[in-house]
């Protein structure tokens, strides 16, 4: 197992099709394994070798996806830097994961330049072999399944580098599970809006290629500049951040476009029930939620009904495609209580989401004690993930454990807050959040974007609330504000805000 296989068979089996598709630019699958290669090449002629690090600072074009696959047929290890990272932050995933070299577009030069110093090698950057590279007797130096096929850098709650390993055979089976899973077809066009140095969208890279479908970039998400690519591009499928969906639904006018959408997929964080509904009425498409993390490659459930569930009038069918979902195919998945026991199947006890399985990462690079804290004395991964349970498997997570709000001797789930938030007309996002109070120990803070042109008072919403949830869930101040804190895949970032 190697994931640059998927795009040799690709080429193989369609070479003429179109593959990579950005404005005026195209290339067929031939043409998208020739330039792979040649980029594989330039790295090789460069002094990088099998195991080494190789970074990229890279928009979503076609020379990311080239990256994904040239760098793996060098033997090499590609470390994608989330391009809206500080310089220094930057820099430090550089020197942490040893990076030996670092692929840049024009967009980044500037950027490029500044980081050399942290280089393993130095001053050693690579403008233009991406895009223009040939070498017909180049020979790849293919990895073996075990071994690292890719690197990212979480952001954590520390500071701290925290750089996931994936290795092929974790790429590769999560690709094809996705097919299986989703469908997946030479007929499908895979829109990459979500960032690709992300795995809400790297994912699909290597799925996509599997069944020889088309890939279609956006560099730059605006709601309606993604809106004009999935009509104009005839997009199938994509899995996009809820923040993003949000924005999209919103737009004035987003369900006037001519969509083919087969299927909406969401992932990366919660989604409110109300946005899932505008999306099922916006794209006029099947809808799947999705959860997962960098440390699952990325999927762990998917809201797909069963064959039971199906039989279910529609109105009924929606409380489970707003579920976090069942289990991904090849995931064994419990949820435990905090003695490791797993917690009934009601839907209402909560324990933490474990998981194990071939898609599940070895650990964590150059950290052997942080990746024996993150599981458990089973193999189960540690996901800090709370949720409940139902009887037909499906979960559904409430909080993450550190963003649980524990006010008054009562645990509040941030996420059941926004939910009736975004319900009302104003909202156009929120964030649901603790602070330190002396009477209360926590008290339930919400911030608020309000949609162009509407207006509500912070008494209006937290009456809102306390009309729909008990009152001890419902916020105790409201912060307005021009827009959330992200971070680089497009969440909503807490953290910045309780630090506020």
Known sequence: MNVFAFLVD??????????????????????????????????????????????????????????????????????????????????TILRHSGSAMLLHDATHAERAAELAPALRGGASLVDGAIANGDEPSFSPSLANADEPAQLYYTSGTTGAPKGVVLTHRNVCTHALAAVRELSLSAADRWAH??????????????????????????????????????????ITVTNLVPTMLNLMVKEPGAADRPYTMRVMLSGGAPIAPDVVRAIL?????????TYGMTETSPYLTLSLLTPALQ????????????????????VELRVVDEAGRPVARDDRAIGEIRVRGATVTPGYWNDPETTAIAFDGEGFLRTGDLATIDPYGYVNIVDRSKDVIKTGGEAVYSVEVE???????????CAVFGVPDPV??????????????????AD??????????????????????????????GKITKKVLREG
């Not at 404005?23 to 195991?51: C, H, K, N, T, W």
């Not at 809400?200 to 956006?218: E, N, P, Q, S, Y």
């Not at 039989?311 to 090849?330: I, N, S, V």
């Not at 803070?445 to 509407?454: E, F, K, M, S």
């Open 460 to 489: 209006e919403l937290i009456a809102f609330c306390r009309d729909r949830i008990a009152h001890y869930k419902s916020p105790k101040e409201v912060r307005f504000l021009q827009s959330l804190p992200r971070t680089g895949s």
């Open 10 to 91: 690709a080429a193989a089996r369609h070479p003429a099709r179109d593959a990579l598709r950005q404005d005026a630019r195209i290339l067929d699958y031939a043409e998208a394994l020739r330039r792979s290669r040649g980029l594989a090449a330039a790295l090789q002629a460069r002094g990088v070798r099998p195991g080494d690090r190789v970074a990229c600072l890279l928009r979503n074009d076609i020379d990311h996806y080239l990256a994904y696959f040239g760098v793996a047929a060098a033997g090499a290890i590609l470390v994608s830097l989330n391009t809206r990272l500080s310089p220094g932050e930057q820099a």
């Open 311 to 330: 039989r279910l009038p529609r109105d009924e069918q929606m409380r489970w495609k707003c579920k976090t979902g069942r289990p991904f195919a090849g």
């Open 440 to 457: 209360w120990g926590e008290r339930v803070v919400a911030a608020i974007v309000l949609r162009d042109g509407a207006a509500a008072t």
């Open 193 to 234: 809006i979500a960032p690709m140095f992300h795995l809400a969208d790297a994912w699909a890279t290597f799925a996509i290629t599997a069944v020889g479908g088309t890939h279609v970039f956006l560099p730059h998400f605006t709601a309606r500049s993604a809106l004009d690519l999935l009509a104009d591009e005839r």
């Open 281 to 289: 009425d916006t794209f006029r498409c099947d809808y799947v939620q």
């Open 419 to 429: 939910n009736v938030l975004y319900a009302h007309a104003a909202v156009l996002e």
